[in-house]
């Protein structure tokens, strides 16, 4: 084996390796908010009515453009690390460029959402909850923890996608050097993922 040759092989295994430990990582996310969806699961077979009537004051239209904003921001991460293995950097760079606008949306969403919630007295240890039955106190202590807690990843995806995209302007990232980008995008569908998973649960049970 040609010195050229070794060099190719160790960074084909970085790359794998790379790639395995994001695996890795997911999956240890997918457990963490399994356990949760678990916790939901459980609570609502208990309280299904106060579930329900809990879930009729959350805003269905803001929770509804919100999917479709994670669904396409999902599609144009993808398109993204495509046009960097055709070589295409300039399309690359725009089409994560607009991942983070949508990013960015979501979270201006979701801060008018709570700010709604909160106006009307609808926040954990307040006593307007305080006074409601217990299977809405507990419906609404898991809405502000399960969308609080993805409202972080979706807050840590944007700052890794940041820097991929200054990687990319900078050419640490290449056609032929993506797996980093490849990486953040799989992070960016997790995220989607377990919006699509929140958005029914808690938008459309009523």
């Known amino acids: 084996m040609t010195h050229s ?52 004051e959350l805003n269905t239209g803001i929770g509804t453009l919100n999917t479709v904003i994670l669904l396409t921001s999902s599609l144009t991460v993808a398109l993204s ?46 006593e307007e909850l305080l006074n409601r039955p217990d299977g809405q106190i507990l419906f609404y202590g898991l809405y502000y923890v399960m969308t609080g807690l993805h409202g972080l990843h979706v807050i840590i995806g944007v700052i890794i996608l940041i820097f991929m995209l200054v990687f990319i302007i900078r050419n640490k990232i290449t056609f032929n050097n993506y797996v980093k980008l490849e990486n953040s995008g799989l992070y960016w569908h997790l995220v989607d993922l377990i919006w699509i998973f929140l958005f029914p649960l808690f938008y459309l049970i009523q």
Do not use: C
């Not at 390796?17 to 997918?30: I, P, Q, R, S, Y």
């Not at 495509?82 to 979701?110: D, G, P, R």
């Open 5 to 56: 040759e070794n060099a190719v092989y160790h960074v084909h295994r970085d790359d794998v390796g790379a790639k395995m430990g994001m695996w890795l990582f997911l999956f240890t996310e997918v457990l963490l908010f399994g356990g949760m969806f678990l916790i939901y699961a459980v609570y609502r077979y208990q309280f299904p009515d106060q579930f329900r009537v809990a879930a009729m």
């Open 81 to 126: 690390i495509a046009a960097m293995q055709k070589k295409n950097k300039f399309l690359s760079i725009l089409l994560l460029s607009i991942t983070i606008l949508f990013a960015l949306m979501f979270m201006v969403n979701k801060y008018f959402e709570w700010s709604a919630k909160f106006s009307h007295g609808i926040y954990p240890g307040s």
